[in-house]
């Protein structure tokens, strides 16, 4: 099995390599996958070329998997065209790419296609309608997907991706917690944390399932999270208790917190279709946070 992951730098990429480091279990011949790295100085997404380049250079893959993305929520308000390259015409080259070589592919997606304003939690099926550039390029991708690749890939919609490593709320909310008396973080907007980690382990997971390696599978979209509905207010609350942080934390609404792009107000997604197809663990919220918290206190 050869094996392609993008965004090797990223939250998500280096997740995976960390289990896949560590990982001694074999594919079902009991030869070991043969898993690749790359980041953007092997495979630009922003660039169709690079892309190109990249796979006419390269033995064909069984399976790829795209942890890269345009991921500056706020950024790409200004940047809605290298965004959607990446997000979205990459996304589109890279399904066209697997499905010559007849590869499955992975790829992720976010919560932020929805609104928000659902009411109850999302299903996969629930109308998408994004609020901001970010979520609309995710979207696109999704969509571009789909249309080619009708079998053989899976969509796995995320939220609130945090980690031990590079930026995210968490080492923000550590390094910012340290530094000030309080701080202001939004109360309005709800959803589940990610840790990487727990998506990585489901990731490896699903591509070690027979339902995703059989051929000719219809394509799927399936939401994948911890357990737990909380808003950024809690999460940085559940940090500093962690932490013992004295910092306080001042609950504030949207509107008194604005930034280049909305958010949407309520993303909570159901997770009960990966945990029956592929047999996937969910964690709680806070469960994880501890382990994310525990590795990083070590690394310190
Ligand atoms: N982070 C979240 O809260 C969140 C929430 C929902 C969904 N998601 C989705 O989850 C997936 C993984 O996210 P993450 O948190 O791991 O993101 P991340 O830490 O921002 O990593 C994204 C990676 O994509 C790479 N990348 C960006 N532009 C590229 C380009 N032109 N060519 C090649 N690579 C490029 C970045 O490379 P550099 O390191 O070189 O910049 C980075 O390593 C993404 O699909 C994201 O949309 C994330």
Redesign the pocket.
């Known amino acids: 099995m050869r094996i392609l992951v993008?965004?090797?730098?990223?939250?998500?990429?280096r997740s995976i390599q960390k289990i896949v480091n560590t990982d001694t279990k074999t594919d079902n011949n009991q030869s070991p996958n043969d898993v690749i790295f790359v980041?953007?100085e092997e495979?630009?997404?922003?660039s169709e070329s690079s892309i190109s380049h990249y796979f006419n250079n390269n033995d064909k893959f069984d399976i790829i998997i795209n942890?890269?993305?345009?991921?500056q929520v706020d950024k790409a308000e200004q940047e809605a065209e290298l965004a959607d390259q990446?997000n979205h015409l990459a996304v589109k080259q890279l399904a066209s790419i697997a499905s010559n070589q007849l590869a499955k592919l992975l790829h992720?997606?976010?919560?932020?296609v929805f609104d928000g304003e659902n009411g109850k939690p999302y299903t996969e099926t629930d109308t998408p309608n994004p609020i901001n550039a970010y979520g609309r390029t995710?979207l696109a991708g999704e969509k571009a997907l789909q249309a080619l690749m009708p079998i053989n890939a899976i969509i796995i919609r995320?939220?609130?991706?945090y980690s031990e490593y590079?930026n995210?709320f968490v080492s923000t909310m550590l390094k910012l917690g340290k530094e000030r008396d309080d701080l202001r973080v939004v109360s309005d907007q709800m959803g589940s944390p990610t840790y990487?980690t727990d998506l990585a382990d489901a990731i490896l997971e699903i591509i070690r399932h027979k339902k995703f390696r059989d051929e000719g599978q219809t394509t799927q979209i399936y939401n994948y999270s911890n357990e737990g509905e909380i808003s950024w207010y809690e999460f940085a609350k559940e940090i500093f208790k962690i932490e013992k942080i004295e910092c306080r934390v001042n609950p504030v609404t949207s509107q008194q917190y604005p930034t280049p792009a909305k958010r949407p107000r309520n993303t909570l997604m159901k997770k009960d279709k990966i945990v029956t197809v592929f047999n996937i663990k969910t964690s709680n919220w806070k469960s994880s946070l501890n382990t994310c918290m525990t590795i990083l206190k070590k690394q310190q």
Do not use: E, F, P
């Open positions: 993008t965004g090797k730098n990223g939250q998500l990429g980041g953007r495979l630009d997404l922003s942890c890269a993305a345009y991921t990446i992720i997606s976010t919560d932020y995710k995320t939220s609130w991706v590079g995210n990487a």
